[in-house]
C-alpha cells in the first residue's frame, strides 16, 4: 500500500527508486492494474475490512507475546508479583502467562489487545459472511471465494481456542477437558485420537506446546494463505454492488482503489485499531490470575469458552443428558455425538449454500448487482431461521447466567432454550418470509403509485384523495431492478425419467419460488403512469387505485414476465401461471 | 498495574483512564472500609444468662412457629438443637431469617433486627445444644494465606461459587450467591454451618486456619481491583462476549456508517 509514492515528480528520490523497481519488475503495470480497481462504497462493505485489520493487530499483538510466552508444561513454584499466588505451583505456560500480564512491560495490555482483538475478528468475519449472505454476493462467480471466506471463519474458531487453551489457567484447561471428553465420545476411534493428541491421558504433558505450533504457525499461515486467495479473488471477480442506475451485472460503480480507497482503507485500519486499544485499556479480558493454574480436580462455576465456541458449548449443554447407551462392545454416548453431528451438519450447510443455492435456482448468470434481501425473502428467511439457531445454541452456553441472573430455574431455562431451538428458527423463518414479501408488496406499490405525501385534496364531488408523489428516477430504478424466478418442474432426463434428485430440486425450487411478488415491468409502469396523470384531474371519474393497477396487469404479462401475482393470500390463483413459465424457464 | 498506566498515560484516553483507575480505587478503599466497620462488630463467645432470656423471649415470638418451642422443630421448619449459635447469627444476621415464601432457597431480606437482638437468638440457640460457636474476631481477620485460600477455594468453593466467587446456578432454581460484599464473619460460619444446600465445612475438612486462608482470599479479590481495567462483573466470556458484540461493534458499525455518510 505505501506504494502509492511512485507517481513521479522526475528527479526525486522516491521517483528515482520507483523508477528502479519499475525498470526491473514492471511495478507500474500492475500498479496501474491494481490502482484502477474500483471500489464502491457502502458501509456494510467494509465489516470485512474489520475482520482483516483485527487480524493485522492480532499478528502485531501476538508477535509481542511469543517473545515472554513460554509454552511449556513442567511444573514450578511461582515467585511473581501477584501475591495471591505466591508460591503456589503451576506450569511454565500459565507462570509466563502471569509474568506477561504483572512483570512485562506492557505486557498485560499486549495480552488484552490479543484477546479483545481476536474477539472482534471471529465477530467482524461473522457479520460479514452474514452481509454476503443476505445479499446474495456468494452467487456466480463468487461461490468459490464463499468457501474460502468460510474456511476463514472455521480458521478464526480454531485460533482463538487454541489460543485460548495456551495460558493452562483452569478456564482454559477445563476447555480442554470438554475437547478431551467429546474426542472420547467419538466411537472406537475416539480414545485413541484422545491419546494421539494429548500424548497420553488427559492433561498430559505435550497439549500446551502443540496447540502452541498450531497456534502460531500452522493457523495464521493457513489464515494468511486464504486472506491472500480470498483478497485476490476479490481482485478479480470486482467488487459487487447495490443497484441503482447504471449499476449493472457488467460494471462496477465506486472509487478507484488508489488513491482515494487506499486512503480510506489506511484511515480505518487506525480506527479499528483504535477501538481495540480503547477497548483493551479499559475492560479486563481473561483475567487469568483470578483462575488459577489448571488442576485436573476444580471446575469452576460459570465456565465457558469465548463467544465463537459458544454455540458448540450450547450444544453440548442442551444435548439430553440420558442418551448415554452401554452394549455392542463399548459406551455410545449419543449426548456427545448428536451435538457434534449437529455442529458438523450446520457448517457444512453454511459452506455448501451458494452450491445448494445454484443447484435449485438452475442460475448460470454471473451476478454483480446485489439482492435486497427482501427480494429473496426465502433465501432470507432460510438466514434469519440459520441465524435463530446458531443464536439460540449461543445462548445454551449461558444457562447458568441466565438461570443466575433473571432468577429462574436452571431446569427450566434448559428446558426452554431446549423447546426454543427447535421452533425458534421454524418461526424466524415464517415471520422473516412474511416480512420481506410485504416489504416487496409495498415496493410495489410504492413504484405504481408513488409515495404517499400525507397531503388529502379534497375533490368537487366531495370525494377526499391522499396525494401521491412520483419516485425519482434513481429511487425508482433501486426498487424495480431484481430478478424474480420461477418454480421449475421436476423434467425427465436424457432417458425419460425423473430422478429422485429431480424431484428434491422442483420441490426445493418450489419452496423457494411458490410464493413471491415479481418486479414491476415496464408495460405495467406505463400503464400506472398513464392512470396517475389523470387522477388529480377533476373530472377524473373516482376510482381507488388498486383495480386500475390490477387491469394493467394481464396485458404487461402478455409480453414480459411481469405478472402481478399477489402472493400468499391467493395462492389457487397462481399455479397454473407457475406451471406455464416452467418451460419457459431453460 | 503500575505498568499499563505508565503505558497509556501517552494516549488521549489517559485522562479517562486516571479517572476510571481513581474511581474503582476509591471504590474499593470504601469496600474495605465498610468491610473492616462490619468485621469490627463485636462478636461475643460467652454469653450472660440475660442474653440467653432476652434471646429466648425473641425467639417465641419470631420464631417458635416454625422452629417449635425450644427449637424442636416443626413441620415447617428443621430443629435448631445443636445447630449452633454461628447458624443463627449466619441465619439472622444475613437476613435469611425468619424465613418468609418457601421457595427453591430461602432469600435474603432486610435484617430484621438490631446487633444485640441478634446476639441475643444467636446465644439463645447456642444453649439449645452443642454446636458450632459463633468465630472471634481474630479467627476472621483477613490476614493469612491468600494463596493457600485462593488454591482452597478453587477446590471446595469455585464449583459452585465460581473462581472468584461471582456466583453460579445450581439445579431447580438453587443457587449459589456471589461472594462479593459477603462480611468475613459470614462466610466463617457459611463454611461452619452449611445453610441450605450448601455443604457443611467442618474444622476436620477445612481447619481454621485454611477458613481463614479462604477469608483472605476473597477478601483480597473484593477489594484489589483487577489489574487489567474494569472487570465485566466476573462472568467472564459471555460477558466479555456480549461486549464485544454490544459495545465493541456498536462503536465500528456507527464509525463505519459515519464514514460511509461522509462520501455522500
Ligand atoms: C488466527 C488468529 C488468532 C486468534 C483468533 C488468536 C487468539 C488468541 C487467544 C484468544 C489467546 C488467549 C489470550 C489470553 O487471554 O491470554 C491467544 C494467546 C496467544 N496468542 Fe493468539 N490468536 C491468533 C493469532 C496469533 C498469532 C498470529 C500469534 C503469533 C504470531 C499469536 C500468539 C499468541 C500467543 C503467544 C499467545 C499466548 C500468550 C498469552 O496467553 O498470554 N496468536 N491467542
Keep these: 500500500m505505501s506504494n502509492s509514492t511512485t507517481t513521479k515528480p522526475k528527479g526525486s528520490f522516491l521517483a528515482n527508486r520507483a523508477n528502479y523497481l519499475d525498470e526491473r519488475v514492471g511495478v507500474a503495470g500492475i500498479l496501474k492494474e491494481f490502482g484502477r480497481k474500483v471500489f464502491p462504497d457502502h458501509w456494510s462493505f467494509m465489516l470485512g475490512e474489520v475482520a482483516l485489520y483485527s487480524f493485522v493487530v492480532l499478528l502485531i499483538s501476538g508477535t509481542f507475546l511469543t517473545f515472554f510466552f513460554q509454552p511449556a508444561m513442567t511444573e514450578v513454584v511461582y515467585n511473581g508479583v501477584y501475591g495471591p499466588l505466591k508460591g503456589a505451583e503451576m506450569s511454565i505456560a500459565y507462570a509466563s ?64 481456542f487454541t489460543g485460548y487453551s495456551l495460558p493452562d489457567d483452569l478456564l482454559s484447561g477445563n476447555g480442554l477437558r470438554i475437547i478431551d471428553g467429546m474426542l472420547k465420545g467419538v466411537p472406537v476411534v475416539g480414545s485413541s485420537i484422545s491419546s494421539l493428541l494429548f500424548d497420553g491421558e488427559f492433561p498430559g504433558h505435550a497439549i500446551v506446546a502443540r496447540l502452541y505450533s498450531l497456534h502460531i504457525m500452522i493457523v495464521p499461515a493457513l489464515i494468511i494463505l486464504l486472506l491472500a486467495v480470498h483478497l485476490f479473488m476479490v481482485v478479480i471477480h470486482k467488487h459487487t454492488h447495490y443497484s441503482g442506475p447504471g449499476r449493472k451485472d457488467t460494471n462496477v460503480v465506486g472509487y478507484p482503489l488508489m488513491p482515494v480507497y ?73 449426548n456427545i455425538l448428536i451435538p457434534l453431528l449437529v455442529g458438523v451438519l450446520f457448517l457444512v450447510v453454511v459452506g455448501a449454500y451458494p452450491f445448494i443455492e445454484k443447484w435449485i435456482t438452475g442460475d448460470e448468470r454471473e451476478h454483480h448487482v446485489l439482492d435486497r434481501p427482501r427480494n429473496a425473502p426465502v433465501r432470507t428467511a432460510v438466514g434469519a431461521a440459520g441465524v435463530t439457531f446458531y443464536a439460540v445454541l449461543w445462548a445454551g452456553a449461558a444457562t447458568d447466567l441466565i438461570a443466575t441472573h433473571f432468577k429462574m430455574s436452571l431446569n427450566h431455562v434448559l428446558t426452554s432454550i431446549q423447546i426454543l431451538l427447535l421452533v425458534g428458527p421454524v418461526f424466524a423463518f415464517w415471520v422473516t418470509k412474511r416480512i420481506a414479501l410485504a416489504l416487496q408488496r409495498k415496493d410495489r406499490e410504492i413504484v405504481l403509485h408513488g409515495r404517499e405525501t400525507g397531503r388529502i385534496i379534497r375533490m368537487p364531488h366531495g370525494e377526499f384523495i391522499e396525494v401521491h408523489e412520483p419516485l425519482d428516477k434513481y429511487e425508482m430504478y433501486k426498487l424495480v431492478d431484481f430478478k424474480s424466478y420461477q418454480p421449475t418442474l421436476a423434467r425427465p432426463n436424457s432417458e425419460g425419467k425423473i430422478t429422485v434428485a429431480a424431484r428434491v430440486r422442483a420441490s426445493l425450487s418450489k419452496f423457494y419460488f411458490q410464493d413471491r411478488v415479481t418486479p414491476v415491468g415496464q408495460v405495467e409502469l406505463a400503464a400506472a403512469a398513464h392512470h396517475e396523470e389523470h387522477a388529480p384531474a377533476i373530472e377524473a371519474k373516482p376510482e381507488t387505485k388498486k383495480p386500475a393497477a390490477k387491469k394493467a396487469a394481464p396485458k404487461a404479462a402478455a409480453k414480459k414476465t411481469a405478472t402481478t401475482k399477489k402472493a400468499s393470500t391467493k395462492a389457487p390463483a397462481k399455479k397454473p401461471a407457475a406451471k406455464k413459465a416452467a418451460p419457459k424457464k431453460k | 498495574m503500575k505498568k499499563t498506566m505508565k503505558n497509556s498515560r501517552r494516549s488521549p484516553f489517559a485522562a479517562a483512564l486516571v479517572i476510571a483507575a481513581g474511581l474503582i480505587m476509591s471504590g474499593g478503599g470504601y469496600a474495605f472500609a465498610t468491610a473492616a466497620v462490619e468485621s469490627a462488630t463485636p462478636v461475643s463467645a460467652v454469653s450472660s444468662q440475660e442474653q440467653v432470656a432476652e434471646g429466648e423471649k425473641l425467639f417465641l415470638a419470631n420464631c417458635a412457629s416454625c422452629h417449635g418451642k425450644n427449637g424442636v422443630g416443626t413441620p415447617n421448619g428443621p430443629t435448631l438443637i445443636g445447630v449452633g449459635a454461628a447458624a443463627a447469627e449466619f441465619q439472622v444476621d444475613s437476613g435469611r431469617m425468619p424465613a418468609q415464601a418457601s421457595g427453591p432457597q430461602m432469600q435474603v431480606k432486610p435484617v430484621q433486627f438490631t446487633d444485640e437482638q441478634i446476639d441475643a437468638i444467636a446465644a439463645y440457640v447456642g444453649s439449645l445444644g452443642v454446636g458450632p460457636e459463633i468465630p472471634t474476631e481474630e479467627m476472621i481477620a483477613a490476614n493469612g494465606n491468600a494463596s493457600k485460600g485462593g488454591e482452597l477455594f478453587r477446590i471446595n468453593c469455585a464449583m459452585c461459587h465460581n473462581a472468584v466467587g461471582a456466583g453460579g446456578a445450581l439445579t431447580e432454581g438453587k443457587f449459589a450467591p456471589a461472594l462479593v460484599g459477603v462480611p468475613a464473619d459470614h462466610i466463617y460460619e457459611a463454611m461452619l454451618t452449611g445453610p441450605q444446600n450448601m455443604p457443611v465445612f467442618n474444622d476436620a475438612n477445612l481447619t481454621p486456619e485454611e477458613k481463614k486462608d479462604i477469608i483472605t482470599y476473597l477478601k483480597y479479590v473484593e477489594t484489589n481491583p483487577s489489574a487489567g481495567g474494569y472487570e465485566l462483573a466476573g462472568l467472564g466470556p459471555v460477558a466479555e462476549g456480549l461486549f464485544i458484540w454490544i459495545i465493541g461493534f456498536g462503536i465500528i458499525i456507527a464509525l463505519t456508517i459515519w464514514l460511509g455518510a461522509k462520501s455522500n
Design chain 1, 262 to 334: 487506499v486512503a480510506k482503507a489506511g484511515g480505518f485500519f487506525f480506527i479499528v485499531f483504535g477501538v481495540i486499544m480503547l477497548i483493551a485499556t479499559t475492560f479486563t479480558i481473561n483475567p487469568v490470575w483470578n483462575y488459577g493454574g489448571y488442576d485436573p480436580s476444580p471446575v469452576s462455576a460459570g465456565t465457558q469458552p469465548d463467544w465463537y465456541i459458544g454455540w458448540l458449548d450450547g450444544a453440548l449443554r442442551l444435548a439430553p443428558s440420558h442418551l448415554e447407551f452401554q452394549g455392542l462392545g463399548g459406551t455410545w454416548s449419543f
Design chain 1, 97 to 160: 502467562t502471569l509474568d506477561i500480564s504483572f512483570e512485562v512491560r506492557g505486557g498485560l495490555l499486549m495480552r488484552q489487545v490479543h484477546h479483545w482483538s481476536a474477539l472482534m475478528f471471529v465477530a467482524a468475519a461473522g457479520l460479514h459472511m452474514l452481509r454476503v449472505f443476505f445479499t446474495g454476493a456468494f452467487r456466480k462467480p463468487r461461490e468459490i471465494n464463499w468457501l474460502v471466506g468460510f474456511l476463514l471463519f472455521v480458521l478464526g474458531m480454531a485460533g482463538g
